[in-house]
């Protein structure tokens, strides 16, 4: 009787009354954690945008006056900008579990999750600018230029991103205007991901069909997927709390500067294994198809057969690249020296041939 | 949700008949709720570790050997007194 209200059946079909694979493991609280995190990042973001000035003569010190003046200012300040290492890094994990275990044949679904994390990740890097402190110009600079690479059109498409001939007070208000916007775009790309995977319910880590035997959702995998996010913010509340510039940049501390360069511009972490991509390249126009390419390279996995359990050279493949993924990290963050340049280069093709490898068995 | 089942039932139907629903239980007669959660826990935690730990370790390792190589190298390649290196071959 209950199911006759649409609302009340959309609730009971997609949550209370899921039919869920009895087999699916932690990896699988992955999506929903990061709609945790994407309420927290939407709320606290609200919040802060209560007291934030997006001029470029008061961004800096509106948000010092957050820190310091607003009632918990500093709390929302720092959930925010730890929030969006924390959503990233949950993506990157959701990515790369669907990578595992093969779930990439749902070809609706994963179109959506990469768009996704083009959108977030653009959302992310529009976010960074709003402080405007040194690293918040100097990324926006580098990252912006990154489009005069863009043949014949190149230089007029950047001055009309700019709103002006370098990185400005326009440029600083538009940043804004999307990274407001942008999450909420977010938001309606999850409900067609949602709407994708309940087409065939979840997948399973053996990636056999499971519609003969169906668990409800409420309460084995909600009770699940709640002890989930208490164990993920726990150490997002403790990263807040007793660390929260470990992932900050110091060089963010100062007013932007247009007339002094940083000695290392580097972006934020998530974005560290494609910025080697590009730094190892000599050629300017490849360098940015190469760091684009990087993110857009997972489109091609459309095209790969299914098949079901990962075999162990599948296993050791796709280990190899996590890792190789990890150091490519920590390359995007050391200077631009020649040992790190040879080894980003050695760590990007192993990058794009593992992918390759993983694509086609 | 099938598109099928959609029109037929509303949003919400996943499009599977479901002729039987898994209810785990426990005894009446149980009195202790984490039986086996450690006795039988651990070593399923031991056996999961030992079946993919050379898969994840090796690539880890050379991961890390080739990181402490390169900033050794580069190191060596950065240093400016001439004390640091009278010494080399």
Redesign the interface.
């Given at each position: 009787m209950l199911r006759n209200n649409p609302l009340i059946n959309l609730f009971i079909g997609s949550f209370y009354r899921l039919p869920a694979p009895i087999n699916i493991n932690y990896f699988w609280n992955g999506g929903s954690t990061i709609g945790v995190f994407l309420v927290i990042q939407i709320v606290s973001g609200l919040f802060l945008s209560m007291h934030y000035t997006s001029h470029m003569q008061m961004s800096f010190f509106s948000v010092n006056h957050i820190m310091r003046d607003v009632n918990g200012g500093w709390l929302l300040r720092y959930m925010h900008a730890n929030g969006a290492s924390f959503f990233l890094g949950l993506i990157f994990l959701h990515i790369g579990r669907n990578v595992y275990y093969k779930t990439y044949y749902r070809k609706g679904a994963w179109i959506i999750g990469i768009l996704l994390l083009v959108v977030s990740m653009l959302t992310a890097f529009l976010g960074y600018v709003l402080p405007w402190g040194q690293m918040s110009f100097w990324g926006a600079t580098v990252i912006t230029n990154l489009i005069t690479a863009v043949p014949v059109y190149g230089e007029a498409i950047v001055k009309w991103l700019w709103g002006g001939f370098s990185v400005e007070n326009p440029t600083l208000n538009r940043f804004y205007t999307f990274h407001f916007l942008f999450p909420f775009v977010i938001v309606a790309l999850s409900v067609v991901h949602l709407f994708f995977i309940h087409m065939l319910g979840s997948s399973t880590p053996l990636g056999t069909f499971s519609n003969t035997m169906k668990l409800d959702f409420w309460p084995y995998y909600g009770v699940k997927d709640i002890f989930g996010f208490s164990i993920i913010i726990s150490s997002f509340m403790m990263l807040v709390g007793f660390s929260p510039d470990l992932f900050g940049d110091p060089e963010n501390f100062k007013k932007a500067n247009s007339m002094v360069t940083p000695v290392h511009i580097k972006p934020e972490w998530y974005f560290l294994f494609a910025y080697a991509i590009l730094r190892c390249i000599p050629n300017k126009k490849l360098g940015v198809f190469g760091l684009v390419f990087s993110i857009l390279v997972f489109f091609f996995f459309l095209f790969s057969k299914k098949k079901l359990m990962s075999s162990l050279f599948y296993r050791l493949i796709f280990w190899s690249w996590s890792m190789n993924f990890i150091m490519l990290t920590w390359l995007g963050g050391c200077p631009v020296k020649d040992v790190f340049i040879y080894m980003a280069q050695i760590s990007s093709f192993i990058y794009f041939f593992f992918l390759l490898i993983l694509m086609l068995i | 949700?099938?598109l099928s089942s959609i029109y037929k039932?509303?949003?919400?139907?996943?499009?599977?008949t479901?002729d039987?629903?898994?209810v785990?239980t426990m005894s009446a007669m149980e009195h202790n709720p984490i039986k086996g959660v450690v006795s039988k826990g651990f070593p399923n935690v031991i056996r999961r570790t030992k079946e993919?730990f050379l898969?994840?370790a090796?690539?880890?390792l050379?991961?890390y050997l080739?990181?402490d190589w390169?900033t050794k190298?580069?190191a060596k390649?950065?240093r400016k007194d001439p004390k640091m290196y009278e010494n080399d071959v």
């Amino acid at each position: 009787m209950l199911r006759n209200n649409p609302l009340i059946n959309l609730f009971i079909g997609s949550f209370y009354r899921l039919p869920a694979p009895i087999n699916i493991n932690y990896f699988w609280n992955g999506g929903s954690t990061i709609g945790v995190f994407l309420v927290i990042q939407i709320v606290s973001g609200l919040f802060l945008s209560m007291h934030y000035t997006s001029h470029m003569q008061m961004s800096f010190f509106s948000v010092n006056h957050i820190m310091r003046d607003v009632n918990g200012g500093w709390l929302l300040r720092y959930m925010h900008a730890n929030g969006a290492s924390f959503f990233l890094g949950l993506i990157f994990l959701h990515i790369g579990r669907n990578v595992y275990y093969k779930t990439y044949y749902r070809k609706g679904a994963w179109i959506i999750g990469i768009l996704l994390l083009v959108v977030s990740m653009l959302t992310a890097f529009l976010g960074y600018v709003l402080p405007w402190g040194q690293m918040s110009f100097w990324g926006a600079t580098v990252i912006t230029n990154l489009i005069t690479a863009v043949p014949v059109y190149g230089e007029a498409i950047v001055k009309w991103l700019w709103g002006g001939f370098s990185v400005e007070n326009p440029t600083l208000n538009r940043f804004y205007t999307f990274h407001f916007l942008f999450p909420f775009v977010i938001v309606a790309l999850s409900v067609v991901h949602l709407f994708f995977i309940h087409m065939l319910g979840s997948s399973t880590p053996l990636g056999t069909f499971s519609n003969t035997m169906k668990l409800d959702f409420w309460p084995y995998y909600g009770v699940k997927d709640i002890f989930g996010f208490s164990i993920i913010i726990s150490s997002f509340m403790m990263l807040v709390g007793f660390s929260p510039d470990l992932f900050g940049d110091p060089e963010n501390f100062k007013k932007a500067n247009s007339m002094v360069t940083p000695v290392h511009i580097k972006p934020e972490w998530y974005f560290l294994f494609a910025y080697a991509i590009l730094r190892c390249i000599p050629n300017k126009k490849l360098g940015v198809f190469g760091l684009v390419f990087s993110i857009l390279v997972f489109f091609f996995f459309l095209f790969s057969k299914k098949k079901l359990m990962s075999s162990l050279f599948y296993r050791l493949i796709f280990w190899s690249w996590s890792m190789n993924f990890i150091m490519l990290t920590w390359l995007g963050g050391c200077p631009v020296k020649d040992v790190f340049i040879y080894m980003a280069q050695i760590s990007s093709f192993i990058y794009f041939f593992f992918l390759l490898i993983l694509m086609l068995i | 949700m099938r598109l099928s089942s959609i029109y037929k039932h509303g949003f919400g139907s996943l499009g599977v008949t479901v002729d039987k629903q898994i209810v785990y239980t426990m005894s009446a007669m149980e009195h202790n709720p984490i039986k086996g959660v450690v006795s039988k826990g651990f070593p399923n935690v031991i056996r999961r570790t030992k079946e993919s730990f050379l898969v994840v370790a090796i690539p880890a390792l050379l991961c890390y050997l080739s990181y402490d190589w390169g900033t050794k190298l580069q190191a060596k390649l950065d240093r400016k007194d001439p004390k640091m290196y009278e010494n080399d071959v």
